[in-house]
């Protein structure tokens, strides 16, 4: 199966219809009917995360766990808690990706100075160097700017596992393959938002559309002074971060 006819399933599947109809909207006031695969070039889906408001809970990693049907012991999104002492000494933890939030470390609760949560998910670089060094061009850009697999394809050679700068992928042992976030492909093409923030109790995760100037996620990025990972790298990485501290690498 090719790249176009698992864009056109993914629009088959994701309308529940056979007439490849759907319309696609994402919590967004204006709504936009996708005929064709010409027709999704009129989206191009960025993600938004307001750290200010992460409370570290783990409800959207448990989400999308259900949702995605993730294995154990990986993740497609997690929750990284950021903790700063006295002697500005950063320690960062994740246990068991924040499925089960955070506790209290015992007896170095007391020197912390500083803490915060970063939820972390894949980029979907506009420069990503997974697709780059795919050996069978498995790992590819949607019409709408999201970074898939195609199953069919892969081989579970790990290549883009290795070559992820965010250690965002994983090989499923189970399927032979990659796997990663897919911004719930499958969802938003329901004209549903992410399972991971549908959870959120905070409205700390913002998803949408990039080229809709209306949308909450290009209003809040107007407005807002915000960052993204790594950007030394060149990636052109599509989740940006509102409240990023300067510890976050």
Same mark, same amino acid.
């Given at each position: 199966?090719?790249?176009?006819?698992?864009?056109?399933?993914a629009l088959?599947?994701?309308?529940?219809?056979?007439?490849?109809?759907?319309?696609?909207?994402?919590?967004?006031?204006?709504?936009?009917?996708?005929?064709?695969?010409?027709?999704?070039?009129?989206?191009?889906?960025?993600?938004?995360i307001?750290?200010?408001?992460?409370?570290?809970?783990?409800?959207?990693?448990?989400?999308?766990?259900?949702?995605?049907?993730?294995?154990?012991?990986?993740f497609?999104?997690?929750?990284?808690?950021?903790?700063?002492?006295?002697?500005?000494?950063?320690?960062?933890?994740?246990?068991?990706?924040?499925?089960?939030? =955070?506790?209290?470390?015992?007896?170095?609760?007391?020197?912390?100075?500083?803490?915060? =949560?970063?939820?972390k998910?894949?980029?979907?670089?506009?420069n990503s160097?997974?697709?780059?060094?795919?050996?069978?061009?498995?790992?590819?850009?949607?019409?709408?700017?999201?970074?898939?697999?195609?199953?069919?394809?892969?081989?579970?050679?790990?290549?883009?596992?290795?070559?992820?700068?965010?250690?965002?992928?994983?090989?499923?042992?189970?399927?032979?393959?990659?796997?990663?976030?897919?911004f719930?492909?499958?969802?938003?093409?329901?004209?549903e938002?992410?399972?991971?923030?549908?959870?959120c109790?905070?409205?700390?995760?913002? =998803?949408?559309?990039?080229?809709?100037?209306?949308?909450?996620?290009?209003?809040?990025?107007?407005?807002r002074r915000?960052?993204?990972?790594?950007?030394?790298?060149?990636?052109?990485?599509?989740? =940006?971060?509102?409240g990023?501290?300067?510890?976050?690498?």
């Open positions: 199966m090719d790249r176009r006819h698992f864009v056109r399933l088959v599947s994701g309308a529940g219809v056979l007439a490849g109809s759907l319309t696609v909207y994402s919590a967004l006031p204006r709504s936009t009917e996708v005929r064709s695969e010409q027709d999704l070039q009129n989206f191009d889906w960025g993600y938004l307001d750290t200010t408001r992460c409370i570290g809970c783990g409800a959207c990693v448990r989400a999308c766990k259900a949702e995605n049907d993730v294995p154990d012991t990986y497609r999104t997690w929750v990284e808690r950021f903790e700063i002492n006295a002697d500005d000494v950063v320690s960062v933890d994740s246990p068991d990706g924040a499925m089960s939030s =955070f506790t209290s470390r015992d007896g170095e609760d007391a020197r912390i100075v500083k803490a915060f =949560f970063v939820p998910l894949c980029n979907h670089c506009r160097a997974c697709t780059q060094v795919c050996p069978v061009g498995a790992t590819f850009h949607s019409p709408d700017g999201v970074v898939l697999i195609d199953k069919e394809h892969c081989l579970g050679c790990g290549y883009c596992v290795q070559a992820c700068p965010y250690g965002c992928r994983y090989i499923d042992h189970s399927r032979g393959t990659a796997d990663k976030c897919t719930c492909y499958h969802r938003i093409h329901r004209g938002s992410p399972a991971c923030v549908m959870a109790p905070r409205g700390a995760r913002v =998803f949408g559309n990039l080229k809709d100037p209306e949308s909450p996620i290009i209003r809040t990025l107007h407005e915000y960052g993204i990972l790594k950007p030394d790298l060149g990636t052109n990485p599509k989740c =940006f971060y509102v990023l501290d300067m510890e976050v690498k």
